[in-house]
């Protein structure tokens, strides 16, 4: 090689010197010749072989998604985020409405925007108000865009209507009240497949899973010997993954009330945070024996052991962790934190890739997620973010992915979750399991004003179950609401409406006749004797004297006399109006005025 043989034997140690590698022995600084800061390979002066470098870049679609903040105009401002110490993220999305928990007097409220209400919000703007608490955790329901539950530190869980287009007025009747707790609600999760299944969790270490559409309780689990910091569903509902204040994490059965399995997450004292991935694997965020935040990856058969162990830094605020089934993104969102950081998961090691980190200079004090088919697929955003800041802005985050085409990506939207409900609670309760319903963004998506748009709202009605009944009557129930829903035909010729009669009834008839053609109103003595109280009670007004006048001469020259009208009846009509009914006397004497009420002496006191 021009000249210069190159020895190739086992002997010949080649190092490199550059960045990554640290070299074991290096020569002196007078015999370098430059060749280590042009990090060269070299041999101890035998071989000289020019720079060949390798770094090998993981492929992904989702390596140069970046964060973008809209502009505070097409924000929401003036929002009085609530103060509550209590771990939540005071904010619940959905394609139609934003909530946030906010400070109320007198109790717990939270507001209700549509999308389109940006700007800054009036003060004396509606709210839902029937808490006597503050409201700790709310939540939209999956399956009907118009519903929210809500609980609070009353004990209570209130489901809540909203209608199309936002309040008009302030709210306070719920639709139903669900009230088993002892002490506060401080958790509220909605069943991913079945239809009014709700899950809430109190500071009494109580599950309670609710059919909201009767409002009874259909199974309770005591299986927490301490406050429960977090719940989450599997893909299909089956499964239900707790975090708890002993610093385990709990795999349960709800139908059956069993724990299947259960390990210690996190040494640190703080609280933790679980969810289930799409694919069955169990990711949680806690704090360590040193109170440094880290987050890990686990499988359902051996939580004793994670797969991996990441500790990310030593704040003090607790980690939420948002995940995106469609794409396997997590993104990891800090109370107090200024940051959102966004990994990617895996089946290569090390399973958890870190991709980027959007940063603002404000802090959060809460954060939604919105559901993907809330998203714009004509600007390829995957994710869009409600950052809630300490000073009353409420910060729209979009995540786009960056592509040059304009039209719809495939490989970034598959099919995702719809609004539509795989089962209903008694077929769940029974111990059905269905995948839920999902949709296709191409085919429903409206490329206008950023994403999907729901069908008009659906009313909940909850139907009240007689406590008492047996099996026999709750099955005759059913059958007669079956009935009802689908008349028979013979049922809808009796339900038709009759024709109107052509003649009146005999009563109004007789009632006509006797009253005569002529019959009208007359002029009773008693208004205009009313009429004249009251402009002699005008008259006492403060420098009325001529009104005052008026009225006493008015008085007294009628004297409850009645004036006689323009057109006198003719002589029939008076005939005919003796003849029918005698015409009461005329009130001739003044009605007395009432006495002047008693005034106390000015050097009596007041009591």
Sequence with gaps: MNGIEMDIDGTTEIKRHNSFTIPTKRAPISKRKGRERCHSYHSDGKVEAPKMSFRVVRSSKFRHVYGQALKREQCYDNVRVSKSSWDSTFCAVNPKFLAIIVESAGGGAFIVLPHNKVGRIPADHPLVGGHKGPVLDIAWCPHNDNVIASGSEDCVVKVWQIPDGGLSRTLTEPVVDLVYHQRRVGLVLWHPTAQNVLLTAGSDNQIAIWNVGTGEVLISLDCHPDLIYSACWNWTGSKLLTTCRDKKIRIIDPRKGEVESEAIAHEGSKASRAIFLKHGLVFTTGFSRMSERQYSLRTPDELNEP????????????????????????????????????????????????????????????????????????????????????????????????????????????????????????????????????????????????????????????????????????????????????????????????????????????????????????????????????????????????????????????????RPSRSAPSPTASATRTSARPRPPRATARRPRPPPPRRRPPSAPWW
């Design 307 to 562: 797969i991996v162990t990441v500790e990310i830094d030593t704040s003090n605020g607790v980690m939420f962790p948002l995940y995106d089934p469609d794409t396997n993104l997590i993104y990891l969102c800090g109370k107090g934190d200024s940051v959102i950081r966004y990994f990617e998961v895996t089946p290569e090691p090390p399973f958890v890739h870190y991709i980027n980190t959007f940063q603002t200079p404000d802090p959060q004090r809460g954060i939604g997620m919105m559901p993907k088919r809330g998203c714009d697929v004509a600007t390829c955003e995957i994710a869009k973010f409600y950052r809630l800041n300490n000073s009353g802005l409420c910060q729209v985050v979009s995540m786009t992915v960056p592509r040059k085409s304009e039209l719809f990506q495939e490989d970034l939207y598959p099919d995702t979750l719809s609004d539509e409900a795989s089962l209903t609670a008694d077929e769940w309760l029974a111990g059905e399991d269905a995948e839920p319903c999902t949709m296709s963004l191409k085919e429903r998506a409206l490329v206008v004003q950023g994403g999907y748009v729901s069908g008009r709202a659906t009313q909940l009605t909850v139907t009240k179950r007689n406590a008492l009944a047996t099996p026999r009557d709750r099955e005759r129930d059913r059958e007669r609401d079956k009935d009802e829903r689908s008349p028979t035909p013979a049922a809808r010729d009796s339900q038709a409406p009759t024709p109107a009669a052509a003649t009146p009834p005999p009563a109004f008839s007789a009632m006509v006749v006797s009253a005569g053609p002529h019959a009208a109103p007359r002029h009773r003595p008693r208004a205009r004797q009313g009429r004249a109280l009251a402009h002699a009670r005008r008259a006492r007004q403060p420098g009325a004297h001529a009104r005052r006048r008026h009225a006493a001469a008015r008085l007294q020259r009628h004297g409850g006399e009645c």
